[in-house]
């Protein structure tokens, strides 16, 4: 049966959960939810690297997949210990506040 | 379906190893001892073996393990680079930390590991390596720039940094996905083969657009314009020692990886339809660079800046994308990793808690206060501005004559006049040192002390920077090495 | 060609402009009357009551932290054990290596307390 789903709908799917949090990134001003969007593009790639996978018949993007997985792991434990550290300073997680670097 | 168990050459990776392995042994060393300055010594050893092999391994055959990674002259000279940059880097922590009572041993299996990940960067033959180096050495990054738990900037610093790399690692990855959707392969000589002309695949959309967004992806490492804004806050906010380490490291980590993409696969796709925009990036980098620079008064925020200027003049030499081109890269990265460690252990000397003392007046007056400090600085700032006979010289040198072989005199031109308009920021430095009298604040301010192992870093900094630039023939012959495999 | 970007240009120029359009126009064509029931949080018509910002014990985020990484590690046991008798004693020794790392790890973060209620 999903054979019959073009492999263009999931690239098109990827493409747009990439964009939505690409633009998530840039306007939300909350770091815990600019760090669910990271994931969400992670996340998009992931998914247009299992659907070229499965069309081209090839498994070094299913591999790729699992390699993107630790990273993203990684990079959320490493983002909530530093929101963490940074919340003993500042009661705040609005990056509109963390502003104490300028010049 | 048997498997065919695959053999490994692991000679091809015995740098990695040993700096990974030495990173082990520190982990190790650091929950058993209390005074953490042995582990930080016993780094600059597993650095030193690293070294060792390196040069055993240079010049022999290029070794290569699994199409994955491959030790060539290009990768040996850049692990050259590396080890450059990691040893003094901790060098300059292993005083820096002291004085801030921040000396853990974290910061050395780290820092290690951030080596490690650059190191496997410069040898990736395949995007799925490139990608791992790349992580490897940001996530360990991330948390060096918030070392400081005391001082909110640095957590800010961290956590800035850690928000736009892991947005730019998004955008790598999405290129690589759609480059392996276009070539169906993720290996560099396999995508080089498919782009042939032969097989009538130059100008794909699809792989074009891929290109597009690894190139976005290194601009954020590398710090180039228009992505080069989060450079400034973070370089000002992260630890002087470890903003010493990831101005070179991770710049210098960033242009192997992409040099080493552009010169194997993209050989005939990059100059039909890239090289234009990445002529004018560099461009844009040098010119943004030096522009923003000549308005701060911090020195900190102003070596943030220039070494933004910096990574525009590298893609100078990036652009022609000739071999010409690759050995003034390597040449110009092993200059910038002596003379701008140098620049920063000076900074941190004068930084004294809390970030005070990095202002442009805090350096007035520095030569009858420390004469040897302020030499150093001085011959520093010349050698970043380019002013023979030192280092940075040659480096420019040739970058800018690798622009112009290859018929884009125009490039090396903007490139002379933007090292013209840095001298106005690096001189006025050695103005204020030499020039001015030192006000009634810094005249107070304590006493400059100035431990061992910095000593040592200001030594071999100002030793390489003036030696290379008087006699430039054994690294313009080590650069000669740097080929691919 | 640089030259056959030109249209993406166009568009993105057209874009912006809209965007622009439609960003300015509303604030100066709508009415606004906002009161207190329009600024609160939406909840589903549910009333909000309290603050969602309880006090947790910051040991319990290091805690979460660990284990997203130790969880995340299975993934590559997975694969492996899957092809146990293909891979014979390479994947033996391979899969080694990485417990290795894994355990050293666990022992480093566990000496330095990372454990330690209170």
Not at chain 1, 9 to 15: E, V
Not at chain 2, 17 to 30: K, Q, Y
Not at chain 2, 48 to 72: E, K, N, W
Request: net charge neutral; charged share 10%; hydrophobic share 60%.
């Amino acid at each position: 049966m999903i054979n019959q789903v073009p492999v263009s709908y999931y690239l098109l799917l990827g493409a747009i959960l990439f964009s939505i949090g690409a633009g998530g990134v840039l306007i939300r001003r909350n770091a815990i939810v600019i760090l669910m969007c990271v994931e969400m593009m992670m996340n998009a790639v992931n998914l247009t690297f299992i659907a070229f996978s499965r069309y081209l018949d090839s498994a070094t993007g299913q591999i790729f997949v699992f390699m993107v997985m630790a990273v993203a792991a990684v990079e959320v434990a490493i983002g909530l210990a530093l929101l963490v550290e940074l919340n003993r300073h500042k009661q705040t997680v609005n990056i509109d506040e963390i502003n104490s670097l300028k010049g | 379906m048997p498997i065919e168990i695959p053999t490994l050459n692991v000679i091809a990776l015995a740098p990695q190893i040993v700096v990974v392995v030495t990173a082990l042994v520190v982990m190790a060393l650091d929950i058993s001892l209390t005074d953490k300055r042995v582990v930080g010594y016993v780094s600059l050893l597993g650095l030193a073996a690293a070294a060792v092999v390196t040069f055993a391994l240079l010049g022999g055959p290029a070794q290569a393990i699994q199409q994955m990674a491959v030790s060539d002259g290009y990768a040996l000279v850049l692990n050259l680079v590396f080890i450059v940059t990691a040893a003094l880097a901790i060098l300059v922590a292993l005083g820096y930390l002291d004085e801030r009572e921040l000396q853990h041993g974290e910061y050395y299996a780290l820092l290690l590991f951030s080596t490690a990940g650059m190191m496997l960067m410069a040898a990736a033959t395949d995007l799925i390596v490139v990608f791992m180096g790349l992580e490897i050495m940001s996530v360990a990054l991330y948390i060096l720039a918030a070392f400081n738990h005391r001082q909110v900037g640095s957590g800010e610093a961290g956590m800035k940094y850690f928000i736009l790399g892991a947005f730019a690692s998004a955008f790598f990855l999405y290129g690589v996905a759609l480059l392996y959707g276009a070539t169906g392969s993720t290996n560099l000589h396999a995508i080089g083969e498919w782009f042939s002309p032969d097989r009538g695949n130059l100008g794909d959309p699809l792989a074009l657009v891929g290109l597009g967004l690894l190139l976005i992806g290194f601009a954020f490492k590398v710090a180039a314009v228009p992505f080069q804004w989060w450079t400034p806050d973070v370089y000002h906010g992260a630890p002087t020692s470890v903003t010493a380490f990831m101005s070179v490291g991770a710049k210098a980590a960033g242009f192997a990886a992409l040099v080493r993409i552009l010169m194997v696969s993209f050989d005939q796709a990059f100059t039909l339809d890239w090289q234009l925009v990445l002529a004018v990036l560099a461009v844009l980098t040098m010119t943004v660079g030096n522009i923003a620079a000549l308005a701060q008064k911090d020195v900190k925020r102003m070596l943030a800046y220039s070494s933004v200027a910096h990574a525009g003049y590298i893609l100078v030499g990036v652009v022609p994308a000739t071999m010409t081109g690759v050995k003034g890269v390597l040449f110009y990265l092993m200059a910038y990793a002596f003379m701008n460690i140098g620049a920063f252990a000076v900074i941190a000397v004068l930084e004294h808690r809390d970030a005070i003392g990095t202002a442009l007046s805090d350096y007035a007056g520095l030569s009858t206060r420390k004469p040897f400090l302020a030499l150093a600085m001085a011959v520093f700032m010349f050698s970043l501005t380019g002013i023979p006979p030192f280092v940075g010289f040659w480096g420019k040198l040739y970058v800018f004559r690798a622009a112009v072989e290859a018929n884009m005199s125009w490039l090396a031109v903007v490139g002379v006049i933007n090292s013209a308009i840095s001298a106005f920021y690096y001189l006025s430095v050695v103005v204020q040192m030499y020039m001015r009298t030192p006000t009634d604040e810094t005249a107070a301010a304590p006493a400059l002390r100035l431990s061992g192992p910095v000593v040592v870093t200001l030594a071999l900094a100002l030793v390489a920077t003036v030696v290379l630039g008087l006699w430039p023939t054994p690294l313009v012959n080590l650069t000669a090495l740097g080929i691919f495999g | 060609m640089p030259s056959d970007y030109v249209p993406i240009l166009i568009y993105l120029l057209v874009a912006t402009f809209i965007a622009a359009f439609a960003l300015v126009l509303p604030h100066y064509l709508g009415p606004r009357r906002p009161n207190p029931a329009k600024s609160d949080t939406i909840e589903s018509g549910k009333l909000s009551y309290g603050d969602a910002r309880r006090r947790v014990p910051v040991q319990y985020y290091i805690v979460a932290m660990v284990f997203i990484l130790f969880d995340i590690e299975v993934l590559f046991f997975y694969p492996w054990a899957v092809l146990f008798w293909d891979l014979k004693w390479y994947g033996l020794v391979q899969i080694a290596i990485f417990a290795f790392l894994l355990v050293e790890s666990y022992i480093y973060i566990w000496k330095k307390g990372a454990f330690k209620w209170k």
